[in-house]
């Protein structure tokens, strides 16, 4: 099967085996003409299952292979996958970032919560970020096991890496305090052109955003201070 779709403002042609990609998909298709082709075959699932749970089915392990050759392509476009969760408030674009199982998906939630309508989950595991004269964050349909997200940008205000703490407390934070976490988080291509362009990108991200570390709990005041911190400058 084989259609166009439209991720973080890049139109893709892409042809897959199975229709699973395509059905999580359906927000994001568009009209062509397209920037790039992905194809996906027996090979692309394959190397997936090495790095998957065993029980994965072919369909899952192919939607995997589309989002891998779709990162390894697109720092050439000014944007990569950032292992997040993104939501749009009043129409800011707010990330937060932790390594797996601190609470990221647990913290949008609590601003859901709070906020009420005010908040716009754009994607809860795996947004695009692009650069230009702005940063922006869009969602795309890799959005982790709550299955979060939403056709739609912002352009970003902060960054918050989060840590957990009994206390709720942000202050901000250098580029160079963040950019360890940035870059695990930060899709890393194979290819050696993708990643120097991806390297090039996360210095951009440096001068363009602000960094702030929040140290929370699971309390709804965790979001207050959070949105309070990164709205007073």
């Known amino acids: ?5 439209r991720f973080a403002d890049i139109t893709a042609e892409i042809t897959t085996e199975h229709d699973l990609f395509h059905e999580m998909s359906r927000d994001y298709r568009t009209d062509g003409p397209a ?10 699932i394959a190397f ?32 990569f996958l950032f292992h997040a969760s993104a939501l ?44 230009g004269d702005d940063v922006t964050v869009y969602g795309s349909p890799w959005d982790g096991k709550h299955r979060l997200s939403t056709n739609a940008s912002a352009k970003v205000k902060a960054i ?5 703490s009994v206390e709720n407390a942000i202050v901000p934070i250098s580029f160079a305090e963040a950019f360890p976490l940035l870059y695990r ?37 965790a979001a207050r201070v959070a949105y309070g911190g990164m709205c007073r400058e």
């Open 1 to 5: 099967m084989t259609d166009c779709y």
């Open 160 to 164: 918050c890496l989060l840590e957990r």
């Open 88 to 131: 749009s408030m009043d129409g800011e674009g707010y990330l937060f970032a932790a390594l797996s199982g601190t609470g990221k998906s647990t913290h949008a939630a609590l601003w859901r919560q709070v906020f009420g309508d005010r908040v716009t989950m754009l994607n809860d595991d795996k947004p695009f970020l692009r650069i």
């Open 48 to 79: 997936e299952r090495e790095r998957s749970p065993e029980n994965a089915n072919d369909a899952y392990l192919e939607m995997l292979a589309v989002q891998r050759k779709l990162s390894e392509a697109f720092p050439a476009y000014g944007a």
């Open 185 to 221: 988080q930060a899709y890393r291509p194979k290819d050696r052109q993708a990643l120097s362009d991806t390297l090039d990108l996360l210095n951009l991200l440096g001068e363009k955003v602000r960094f702030y570390r929040l140290s929370c709990n699971m309390d709804p005041e």
């Open 35 to 44: 920037l790039l082709s992905v194809r996906t075959d027996a090979a692309d």
